[in-house]
């Protein structure tokens, strides 16, 4: 089932517009244009604003669509040609891609799109990056972000930062510094993040330390540490506590494993576990090593001491999703 009208060999026309100097066309398995490559200046109209899709090569440039389409025919995804200012919820931002929700809204946008790779590192990327400034209450900072997210209300739903950016972000567990970035709420609040260092939470079941050392920061829709809409820790991930749980058919123990790193002999990585809370079954679900076990969420069921596991094995090759050292 097709979406598009091919007009001649390089133009085509999608209920999104007409599209001309089309290079390449790529359709999904039932026959819909799933995104498109352009040779020719293009503006396409959109709720961020008139934007032009890349239609120039550089070595910068990921091999991707220029514009990418649902199976609607509705814009997906623009690659732009060169950085511009586009319109967001929040105020005017420079974007080299942008993603859209199916009914027009924008979804997300990358202040940087490069690929990094032999001929273009990620030091030469950063330094095309220029820090931007948020104040939301809880949080109030200036860094190098990797994207914006929107709910489909305009409302923000996330901040990802750039590898090695740190930020102060405040809860009513005191002040947590922050790695990768956070997310919100669709009416504000803050949802989760992503703590830099291990950090101690006072939750319904003890004192549990909340790290995650495999958080990769490529999104921070969805964080480690995340909270209710009043504040109250929802989800937490360990990597340095031990938690023992008495239960009907005596005690279990749940701690961090030390494993060799499948890409690295010379080092281990720790792989810890995560708890959620239920605050209206009153129940707490441990999940770890792939297993979901779930107990009433009283206090005196548990126990929780500190391993002292949390990092083991840093070393340079997961600088990029670390942030743990401060930068030379």
Not at 63 to 92: C, H, R
Not at 175 to 189: A, D, H, K, Q
Request: aromatic share 10%.
């Amino acid at each position: 089932m097709t979406n598009f009208i091919m007009l001649d060999s390089k133009t085509l026309q999608l209920p999104s517009g007409v599209f001309g100097g089309v290079s390449n066309v790529s359709c999904f398995a039932t026959g819909e244009l799933e995104g498109i490559r352009l040779t020719e200046k293009n503006v396409l109209p959109t709720q961020a604003g008139g934007l032009i899709p890349a239609c120039t090569e550089t070595a910068r440039r990921k091999n991707k669509y220029s514009v990418e389409f649902y199976k609607s025919g509705m814009v997906k995804a623009v690659a732009l040609d060169a950085q511009q200012e586009i319109k967001t919820p929040i105020g005017t931002f420079p974007a080299e891609l942008a993603t859209f929700y199916e009914s027009g809204e924008l979804k997300r946008f990358f202040p940087l799109d490069g690929k990094i790779s032999g001929f273009w590192t990620e030091a030469e990327e950063r330094k095309l990056a220029e820090p931007f400034s948020f104040d939301l209450g809880f949080t109030r900072f200036s860094a190098l972000i990797n994207g914006v997210a929107f709910h489909r209300s305009g409302a923000l739903k996330s901040v990802t930062l750039q590898p090695g950016e740190l930020i102060d972000v405040k809860t009513i567990y005191g002040t947590v510094l922050v790695r990768n970035g956070f997310s919100l709420y669709e009416t504000g609040e803050l949802d989760s993040l992503e703590p830099a260092y291990p950090v101690p939470i006072d939750t319904p079941i003890g004192r549990i330390c909340a790290y995650d050392p495999s958080a990769v920061g490529l999104s921070a829709d969805i964080c480690s540490l995340a909270f209710e809409p009043d504040g109250r820790v929802r989800k937490i991930a360990t990597s340095s506590t031990r938690l023992t749980v008495t239960g009907d058919d005596g005690p279990s123990v749940f701690e961090p494993i030390e494993r060799p790193d499948p890409m690295d002999d010379d080092r281990t990585v720790v792989e810890g576990f995560e708890i959620r809370f239920d605050y209206e079954s009153e129940f707490a679900e441990i999940l770890s090593d792939g297993i979901s076990s779930t107990y009433p969420m009283d206090p005196s069921l548990y126990s929780c001491v500190d391993t002292g596991l949390s990092s083991l094995g840093c070393s340079s090759g997961n600088c990029a999703s670390c942030g743990l050292c401060p930068e030379a």
